[in-house]
């Protein structure tokens, strides 16, 4: 099942593993904070509690979406990058 995954973390060393867990799960990152991809029903609930426990008592809002193929088609994307200025060329 396709799946959203979202973050909010605080604390850089649990922001940091918890990105590291979303690609053990072959995740894709779209943003800094939120992963894409397939993820099973059982898989989202042990990746829920691996961060849990990595997470300890620290602060920690991770959310999980599923998302369907009829939703998915009606997404919207636009992505634009910075692109390097040209070098002008030497007189």
Do not use: T
């Amino acid at each position: 099942m396709r799946c959203l995954v979202v973050y909010d973390i605080p604390d850089n060393r649990i922001r940091a593993k918890v990105a590291d867990i979303c690609l053990d799960y072959g995740l894709e990152r779209i943003q800094y904070s939120a992963f894409f991809g397939n993820l099973e029903r059982s898989h989202q609930e042990e990746l829920l509690l691996k961060v849990k426990k990595k997470a300890g008592k620290k602060e920690v809002n991770i959310q999980v979406f599923p998302i369907c193929e009829k939703d998915l088609e009606k997404r919207l994307v636009w992505i634009q990058e910075e692109k390097e200025p040209k070098a002008s060329p030497s007189a």
